[in-house]
């Protein structure tokens, strides 16, 4: 669990019943507590954000040989350590439901990975995207219980549309940050006599469509509340390393609307970051915790940590991440030299520098003015 959360002090807001338990975990055998490392009189958080966490198909199959603990064995550090830490879940946790009829690839991964998942340091999650509803509603409905069960927030989903849209903010060091999701795959069905759309209705359990109209009304209601607001998207092009336009018109235009940190899934492969003003853009951070072990790109991935202070996004660095077998590791050196190149030239071409080291990219603070 987040440093906030091991010190008791997490308050989930706009999402969680009124008198909902949050769980409180003891720390990960050989994680010690992470101490305040900010300058004395300092506020700085550190949220860390990685891409698709899908554990079902053959991560599931790895787990069954090694443990529950498998695919966070070698970088539950890095997630735990963090004031808050994001991911997309990209399989439900369920034991109920049915495959959605048509659907050719459909994920469901067992319940009691939510305690997993919270025991690592995730915070909240994003179930805004194309494998929300795989099992249909039962199945959403109980990934959103049993993740609320242990402690971890859920965005981008709920009961209605009013719901799905409903932001989460949580509290760290006295700052308040914002998290919206939202699925440019809400509004697609998989078979002609059981059209079940992924996009949640005034009736109807479901995610956040990607409308960039509501998407602007809901991060201008949110901004006032907020210090820091992060917006989820899941959207791209599948094994695309770039962009759209359209989507880097959309990005631009969330963070000319108050967006401070746009972060991006779906490619399944690594994309370029963009500083927009005084925002960043994280289009795609690749898979996190996947099954895709046929192509070197869809092992390759990153995990982003930003230092967050009153006066908002202060600095970003963005660490290689490599999946072997199921089980993502922090690289450097000569696995690094895959990655970071790669990725320092995708930045450049959407007009970013990114300062490269031996096991991370950095953009430094001075890379985010403080008025535009």
Known sequence: MSRLMRAGCLFLIGLLPAGT????????????????????????????AVGDIMLARKVERMMQAYGDDYPFAKIADEIYQADNAFGNLESPLSTRGRALPGKGICFRARPALAGQLAEKGF????????????????????????????????VGGGKNIDEARRPVILEAKGLK?????????????FHPRYPRRFQATNEVEGVAPLVEQDIRQDINAIRPRVDILVVSLHWGVEYSHRPTAAQQRMAHAFIDSGADLILGHHPHVLQGIERYNRGLIAYSLGNFIFDQNHRLETRQALMLKARITAQGLEEASIYPVFIDQSQPR?????????????????????GTTLEVGSHRAVLPRQSFPAEV
């Open 21 to 48: 338990a949050l769980l409180y975990k003891t720390p990960p055998a050989g994680i010690e507590p992470a101490t305040l490392t900010a300058e004395p009189g300092t506020k700085a958080v550190e949220l860390v």
């Open 177 to 189: 940050i914002g998290f919206l999701a939202y699925t440019d795959y809400a509004d697609v069905y």
């Open 330 to 350: 922090l690289v450097a050196e000569e696995e690094a030299r895959g990655i970071l190149p790669q990725l320092q030239s995708l930045s450049a071409e959407l």
């Open 123 to 154: 915070d909240v999650l994003s179930i805004a995207n194309n494998h929300a509803l795989d099992y249909d509603t039962p199945a959403f409905n109980q990934t959103r219980q049993v993740l609320q069960e242990a402690g971890i927030a859920t």
